[in-house]
């Protein structure tokens, strides 16, 4: 019993493949995508997305943000930013952190609320590949 799962960045296709299940960070909480799923379109924030064959873990990707598209047979995910576990970098992590930072204290200064809760987003995706860069490498 699998499903066909595609990972999808705006550059390619990072993962087109069959997997007994994937778990996805989904908005509200993680969720299973696995065989006779009720089709769905989920919410994605930034953090990982397990590929299972059996009850082992075969692989994993940092995703940051964007969305799925559950059904019966198939999964769909097309996010932001696709990188391996063992790609992500504590320098460039902390970078981008830096930099998201710097940008919300000047949105913050203006009126534009929707500007500063995007910034806000990015910022929490940030600091989760910046804990994962950490934790990969211990």
Not at 108 to 132: F, P
């Amino acid at each position: 019993m699998s499903i066909q799962l595609e990972i999808v960045s705006p550059e390619k296709v990072v993962v087109s493949q069959k997997v007994d299940m994937a778990v996805l960070p989904g908005l509200e909480g993680d969720i299973a995508a696995m065989e006779g799923h009720v089709p769905m379109i989920l919410l994605l924030r930034g953090g990982v997305i397990h590929l299972y064959e059996g009850d082992k873990i075969t692989d994993s990707f940092f995703v940051e943000s964007g969305f799925a598209e559950m059904q019966e047979t198939k999964c769909t995910v097309l996010a932001k930013e696709v990188k391996k576990l063992d790609e992500l970098s504590e320098e460039t992590a902390s970078k981008r952190l830096a930099d998201l930072e710097e940008s919300y204290k000047v949105a913050s200064k203006g009126n534009d609320a929707e500007r500063q809760r995007e910034l806000i987003d990015e910022m929490q995706n940030a600091r989760v590949m910046l804990e994962l860069a950490t934790s990969v490498k211990k």
